[in-house]
Structures are given as C-alpha cells and as structure tokens.
C-alpha cells in the first residue's frame, strides 16, 4: 500500500528534525571549545611559552570566524527540517484522502517498471616509484676529495659532491663503520609520484506504470544524467637510511641530510661547515567535480525537475622524520646549522624510539630551529534543487470539476455545462507542488607542528648572545619524546536541506489540504462503523470508507452545480 511509504516519511522526517536539533547543540559545544583553544594560543604567544607563532593565531582565527557563521545555517536547517515534517505530515494526509477515493481497489498498487542504466568511464593514471640502492658491507667508505685509498671492504670514489638519495647504506652493526669525506654532502629522500585522472558519465531511463497512486499519472517515466571528473596528485618520500655501529661524516662546506634515518649503535660524528637537517613532507592533492540533472514525466506532462551540482578538495601534508640517532652524538658546525623539523639525539638504545641519555654534544657558531607542519585542509560544497509539479487541469476530473455532477444533477441545461467548461479550460495550468532543497558546504582544517628536536647534552651556540646572532630557537624542543604539537581541528558545516509543501503558500492550497484532512478523517468513521455493527474484515473497511467518500462527493456536487 502506498500509505505504508508516507508514514515512514514522517517518522523520517521526525528524526531529522530531532537530528537538526542536536547538530546545533554539538555545534554550539565545539564552538565554546575552539574559542578556548584559540585564546589559549594567544596567551601562550604573549607569554612567549610553547611552540606558538603569530601565524598559527592568524589561521585559527579565520578558522574560528568561519564557525561562527556557521550558526545561522543550523538555525535555518532546524526551520528547513520543521518544514519538511509538514510536508511530508500533508503528504501522508493526501495519501491517505486518496486511498479513501480508492477504496475500490482496497488502496493496494500494483504495476511494472523498466530501467536502463548506462555508465561509461574513463581512467588515466601515471605512476614512478623510486627503487632504493642497497649498500652492504662490514665498512663502508666514500671519498670525494681528493684521491684516497682506506683498507675498508668497500670504497667508493667520487668528485667532491657525495649526493645519496632514497639508498639505504648498511654496514656491520658490532663494529662496522660508514665513513663518508666530501666537500659537500647530500643525503636526501627519493620520491614516488602518482597522478590520477578520471571522467564518469552515468545515463538513466526508468518508466514504470501502476495501478493506483497518490497521483492520478498512472504511467510515469524519468530521465537523468550526471556526469563527474576528478584528478589525484600524489608525492610520497622513501628516506634513505645509513646504519652502522659507527658513523663519521666529514665535509669542508655543506652538508644536507633531508629525508634521512641515521642510526649508529655506538658513535655517530659529524663535521661540516654548514650542517642542514629537515624532516620531509608527503603530498597529497585531490579535486573532484560533479553536476547532473533529472526529469520526470507522467500521464499530465512534466511532473519534475531535478539539478545538483558538486565539488571537493582536499589537501594533505604529512611529515615524515628525520632523524639522527646514535648512543653518543657528537656534532661540530664551524658556521650554521638549520633543524627543521628533525630530531637529533642520543639514546641508550641508538636509536630514535630509545630514551635519551644526554650523551649529545653539539657546538656551532649559529643555530636556527623550525618547525614543519602537517597539515589536512578538505572542503567540500554541493547544492541540488528538486521540484515537484502539478498539472490543474479540471478536466481530468469531469467536465464540469467532478465526475458525480451529471450523475446527481442531469437537470443542468447545455449553456451551463458548457460556461463551467470555458471556465476551467482557461484555469489549466502547471503549478510547483512541492520544492526541496539541500545545500552543504563543508570545511576541516588541522595542522600539527613537528618540532626541531635536540636531545639533552651539551648544546654550545657561540653566538646565541650576541646583538647580531643569527641563531633562532624559539621553536626548539629538547624532548625527545614530545615532538608534535597540535595547533587547531577545526570542522566548519554549513548546510539547508528540507522541503517544503507549497500548498501552505496559499489559500486554495490550504483548502485542498483542509480537504484532504476531512477525507482521512473518513477511514477513522469506517472504523468506528465496522466496531459498532460487529462487522470486521478488509472488505467490509473499504466498503464503509467508499460509501462516505461517495457521500461527500455527491454533496459537493450538489453545491457546485446549485450554488
């Protein structure tokens, strides 16, 4: 039965209005909690404490802002929801008005359907991916000034510049060693890339013919097509890894190590001019874009119309560490040294997840100190209208407005018939019936910051006091295990979604639900007849609703046609 489906309308539509509701409570609780947040931050920049910059106010500022907007669309959507309970209460009435006409049929629909479905698409994809060199060996030596010759298992002889990049360099972890002489060295990450793109076209064609309905279309069609397009960038970075039980890295200008694990079980030197360590970040950027319309057909014409439209995008930044560990760490910098994001220490295992067991030394004419973000940053928005229209045409329903009138009044002469005719010939006409809208525009931003990392020990910056110091170390964290610093998670929603009946518009629309309600009204008085006569069954319901369905349709006649 058709009025099954229109009370779980209403039960829906109840539940998203007590969903609405609930939504701007928890929005209002998130807001008070992000504005806690954000003055947090500000009192933590002009204490001068923690990890804070400027820049970190500035953007949740926005982001807080943006929430606040917020506030007037939960309100709307609560009035939306509001809305879409009445129109789906109206829609269950007229549903219910019509199985009280119907009563014949025992207010059961049957029919058929046919649906084509069509979907073609198209995918293009470009893949590289690194492969890492393995370098194995008890002791691992590399040379890049001039010509050298060391009694080590493997030597590799170079021109001034050693780049290593996405290798992994492994040498006996009891008592081997990696000795590395260059005047500058590079040791970096390789990078996978991946770039993705594809375009979808969906085509529907679905007609279907019933028995009965709440309408009076009993063949009805649809026709619809959406099409969509989106595209992936990806960057992903492979460190290169160098392990020994000793390591000694020696260059006389610059040395580089971004997007690196060095791990030494014992001793792990480094002398440079300039020494630069930075973390490294994976990539990854995605959009996608769709739109699509429908239309609907019955036996009176066009009886709706459809339109959505949507986008995202998302934007991702992750960081992936560097770090440099052994179980003594011992670090000399004739000029300056930059750490981004990196983590350099001694601990009692060697390695980076070890405690710290302040066995760093580290000395340097300047040293600055920088955080690296990661980062997500995902909206997306979409918006789709849906109409649904009526044809008011009298005719359909008798020539003068009512199928019973001839049957109660044959007495109407000609001229009469044909003025009321005349008359509803110039009322024909398509009127919207029903409109909804949905409409989302949804935000999440989250950044986290990496921390330059120096484990304890003895740090010696010789410039630190100077009026003219180029050092930095605002942002340097000395714990090892503390590393990240959550800044701001924000999500932001805005949306409208509901319907509306517009027969609530107008007066003749009320009176027509105004009726409806009367007809409903009807199934309560069979019921109350069949308990009150003993009768009961199926059959004998519908034949009590028929009859005073016929009873209020004859009266209605008799006053259209005797006014």
């Given at each position: ?11 829906k539509a ?21 504005q ?7 009192d ?32 709307a ?44 698409k198209?995918l ?56 590395i ?27 279907s ?23 992936s ?10 392990t ?10 610059d ?18 001019k ?5 973390s ?146 110039t009322?024909n ?50 714990d ?52 009150n ?31």
């Amino acid at each position: 039965m058709q009025i099954k489906p229109a009370i779980e309308a209403v039960k829906k539509a109840k539940q998203n209005l007590s969903k609405a509701k609930d939504a701007y409570s928890e929005y209002k609780q998130d807001l008070v909690q992000q504005q806690a947040q954000l003055q947090a931050l500000k009192d933590q920049l002009q204490a001068d404490t923690g990890y804070i910059e400027q820049i970190d106010i500035d953007e949740m500022s926005e982001l807080v802002n943006d929430l606040q907007a917020d506030k007037k669309y939960y309100q709307a959507n609560i009035a939306l929801a509001t809305s879409s309970l009445a129109a789906k209460t109206t829609a269950l009435i007229t549903q219910v008005a019509t199985a009280t006409a119907s009563s014949g049929t025992y207010g059961f629909n049957a029919g058929i359907e046919l649906d084509i479905d069509t979907l073609e698409k198209q995918l293009n994809s470009q893949q590289t991916k690194s492969i890492a060199s393995h370098l194995v060996a008890n002791n691992i030596n590399i040379n890049a000034n001039a010509n050298a010759t060391a009694n080590a298992n493997t030597n590799v002889n170079a021109n001034k510049t050693t780049t290593i990049v996405g290798s992994n360099l492994q040498a006996n972890t009891d008592n081997g060693q990696i000795n590395i002489n260059a005047q500058n060295l590079n040791i970096l990450s390789s990078q996978d890339t991946s770039n993705t793109e594809s375009n979808t076209d969906h085509k529907n064609l679905n007609v279907s013919y019933s028995v009965y309905g709440a309408t009076s279309d009993s063949l009805k069609g649809s026709i619809s097509k959406d099409s969509s397009t989106s595209n992936s960038q990806q960057t992903k970075h492979n460190n290169a890894s160098l392990t020994a039980a000793n390591i000694n890295l020696n260059s006389t200008q610059d040395t580089l190590i971004k997007g690196a694990n060095l791990h030494a079980t014992n001793q792990l030197n480094i002398n440079s001019k300039n020494l630069a360590v930075s973390s490294v970040q994976n990539k990854h950027k995605a959009k996608t874009r769709s739109q699509g319309a429908s239309l609907g057909i019955g036996g009176s014409g066009v009886n709706s119309v459809g339109f959505h439209q949507a986008k995202s995008d998302k934007n991702s930044k992750t960081v992936l560490l560097t770090s440099i560990t052994a179980k003594q760490v011992n670090i000399t910098t004739q000029d300056h040294t930059q750490l981004t994001g990196s983590l350099i220490a001694a601990t009692d295992t060697g390695d980076k997840d070890g405690n710290d067991n302040g066995q760093l030394s580290l000395t340097t004419n300047s040293l600055s100190a920088s955080s690296l973000n990661t980062t997500s940053n995902n909206k997306s928005s979409s918006i789709g209208f849906d109409i649904a229209l009526s044809n008011n045409n009298p005719a359909q329903t008798g020539k003068n407005g009512n199928t019973t009138t001839n049957n109660i009044n044959n007495t109407n002469n000609t001229e009469k018939n044909n003025k009321t005719n005349k008359t509803n010939k110039t009322q024909n006409s398509t009127s919207i019936n029903n409109a909804s809208i949905n409409y989302t525009n949804n935000k999440h931003n989250a950044k986290t910051k990496v921390l330059a990392t120096l484990g304890n020990g003895n740090i010696q910056i010789a410039d630190i006091n100077q009026s003219n110091s180029k050092s930095s170390t605002k942002l340097l964290n000395r714990d090892i295990k503390d590393t990240e610093v959550d800044i701001y998670n924000i999500a932001s929603h805005k949306g409208l979604k509901g319907e509306l009946d517009t027969r609530l518009l107008t007066k003749a629309g009320r009176v027509k639900i105004a009726e409806d309600i009367k007809k409903s009204g009807m199934i309560a008085s069979a019921i109350k007849q069949i308990v009150n006569t003993d009768r009961a069954g199926l059959k004998n319901f519908f034949s009590e609703v028929n009859k005073l369905n016929k009873t209020d349709e004859a009266v209605k006649a008799k006053i259209a046609n005797n006014p």
